[in-house]
């Protein structure tokens, strides 16, 4: 590989500013003593060879090289945590999911999580709360003859905990959830209505099967603490305000929490009841996962002509690279807490998805939301669900199962089933090395590092636009971007070529578009995925009432929309 102290800066690996403003703000190395990573290959390097120290019965410079390959050019991509800190002297996580230990009903169980809470933010981890474990606001508390401040009230304190080390770490990044069958429902439910509280916070209500069939049957819902009924209201009414409220305010998001745990291949070892920041890994208490996305947008052949297509090959053997890296992830990785280090080794969690997947698409002339496109999604995910599999159980064979893998509940789980006969056939022969291996997050950074592909497996917002970016320096500001499927399609046939009408965004889109791609990539995908359907702010709300529905019908996780509004503002102007 290259010596870094020799390695000059290619300016032409960056198709756009933004992507090297990304770069150097975000993800290029640098000390007291001066610049380590002089060029966007000595990150790779860097990066590669970090990973690469986890070896013991490989050689670490040729395996270091294995994964440099799949990271030059932007193919691979590992989430920012593993850009920024892998290989470098920064007391960081390389993990950018986390999940809380379950909050104790106390003061000092609350005090507890919340500095455990802060200790994994300032080491760069994206953080999720439960709170439905805390009793209702204005129960009396026995021995102090006083009312309970309730889960919003811990929910203060947490976001200004956060607030606090925004200022020094950079922007934290936090989810809280709420069982729907909890007393404090409805003000949850309306927490975001005031623009100046929880702005650190993702909020999501726990939906179980149970509710959804009340809602559909217009049944009373009982509100519970501790077996007991608190009061009743009526589940349409209910389910009426969290509809009301996102279409205002784009939160809360719904988390399907049944679903997710009866499709969990590890539901036999643990209960989930939050997901990270950005909802793409429901985690159980103290769980956490790296995460690396394959760029599709790298691997189209003929792009724009009759002859395009996909190169699933290479992509099978990006998978296969990413479920080593990551898997090395686990073990050069710092943790905040012993308990995050002994839930991360014991299940040893990753997630592998895909970024660029508009990018692909429109390259393959596939119209998002459209039955080519659903086609296209579901063929590359459940290509990326077998190989990643594949690999895994290729990798147990060498270094060993997971400790807590047990063969026979495992093989029994429907996402493990519904893989390609051979592979099952592999996983029965040799056990797996992770306990899930599959994701789609939200890839909006790094995305913009290689040229600004479309985000996961959203749309493209726009075919150019102004986005609002946080500066080297602290201050803010707006940047004009293009797409990187426009940026090649220009530089191949002239920027004043019209576009075909496969350049669909998210304008263009209806409600039901982003439910059925997220729907047909869920079927493949072990853990969840972080996705928005995003609408126009003059859609009416009977157009947008039955969003959340039609995800549930769809077999989605969970679902989340956003509306430009006057409580959250706009990150990216068109």
């Known amino acids: 590989m290259h010596d870094q102290r020799k390695a000059t800066y290619d300016s032409q690996i960056f198709s756009q500013p933004i992507a090297e403003q990304i770069w150097r703000a975000k993800y290029q190395y640098r000390t007291a003593a001066g610049t380590i990573d002089y060029s966007v290959h000595a990150t790779w390097e860097r990066v590669a060879e970090g990973l690469a120290q ?74 999720g709360f439960d709170f439905s474990t805390l009793r209702p606001r204005g ?197 905040a807490l012993d308990a995050q280090r002994d839930e991360a080794q014991s299940k040893r969690r990753i997630g592998i998805g895909a970024t660029g997947v508009a990018d692909a698409m429109i390259m393959l002339s596939a119209r998002y939301g459209s039955p080519k496109a659903e086609f296209l999604l579901g063929t590359w995910m459940q290509t990326i669900q077998n190989a990643a599999y594949r690999a895994s159980a290729q990798l147990a064979k060498e270094r060993g199962s997971f400790p807590l893998y047990d063969a026979r509940k495992h093989l029994q789980q429907p996402a493990i089933q519904a893989l390609d006969q051979d592979v099952q056939d592999e996983i029965a022969k040799h056990g797996l090395r992770n306990g899930t291996l599959t994701t789609i997050a939200p890839t909006g950074t790094v995305s913009m590092f290689a040229g600004n592909v479309s985000s996961g497996i959203e749309p493209i917002f726009a075919k150019s636009y102004s986005r609002m970016i946080i500066r080297p320096d602290g201050n803010s500001g707006r940047e004009d971007v293009k797409d990187y499927a426009v940026w090649l399609y220009e ?20 409600p039901f578009d982003h439910v059925r791609m997220q729907a047909a990539a869920q079927k493949w995908v072990d853990s969840g995925i972080s996705k928005t359907v995003n609408c126009p702010e003059d859609i009416p709300f009977e157009a947008f009432e039955d969003v959340y529905l039609e995800a549930y019908a769809s077999g989605c996780k969970g679902c989340t929309t956003y509306r430009p509004n006057a409580i959250t503002g706009s990150v990216l102007l068109a």
């Open 139 to 335: 129960t009396v508390v026995r021995g102090l003859d006083c009312p309970a401040a309730g889960p919003l009230g811990a929910m203060d304190i947490c976001d200004s905990v956060c607030k606090m080390l925004v200022t020094g770490m950079g922007r934290g990044a936090m989810m809280a959830t709420l069982r729907c069958d909890h007393p404090d429902i409805e003000a949850f439910v309306a927490v975001k209505s005031d623009r100046q509280r929880m702005r650190n916070f993702n909020v999501s209500v726990m939906v179980t099967d149970a509710f959804m069939g009340a809602v559909r049957a217009r049944a009373d819902w009982d509100l519970m603490w501790q077996g007991k009924v608190v009061r009743t209201v009526s589940a349409a009414d209910l389910w009426d305000r969290i509809m009301q409220q996102t279409y205002a305010a784009a939160e809360p998001g719904v988390l399907f929490i049944d679903r997710i745990n009866a499709a969990n291949p590890l539901n036999y070892l643990e209960t989930i009841s939050a997901t990270n920041s950005c909802a793409e890994q429901p985690l159980p208490p103290n769980g956490t996962c790296p995460l690396a996305s394959v760029n599709l947008a790298q691997l189209v052949q003929a792009p724009f002509s009759p002859e395009a297509r996909l190169n699933l090959s290479e992509l099978r053997r990006l998978v296969t690279v990413a479920v080593r890296m990551l898997d090395n992830a686990l073990d050069v990785s710092r943790y």
């Open 491 to 510: 530089q191949m046939f002239g920027p004043e070529a019209a576009l075909p009408d496969t350049f669909v965004t998210a304008a263009d889109l209806q």
């Open 54 to 127: 986890a070896e013991v019965t490989r050689n670490r410079k040729q395996t270091a090289q294995t994964f440099y390959s799949a990271l030059k050019n932007f193919k691979l991509l590992p989430a920012g945590r593993i850009l920024s800190g892998c290989g470098t002297a920064r007391n960081v996580t390389l993990s950018n999911t986390f999940v809380m230990r379950t909050i104790p009903d106390s003061v000092n169980g609350i005090m507890e999580t919340v500095k455990d809470a802060a200790l994994t933010m300032q080491m760069g981890g994206g953080i």
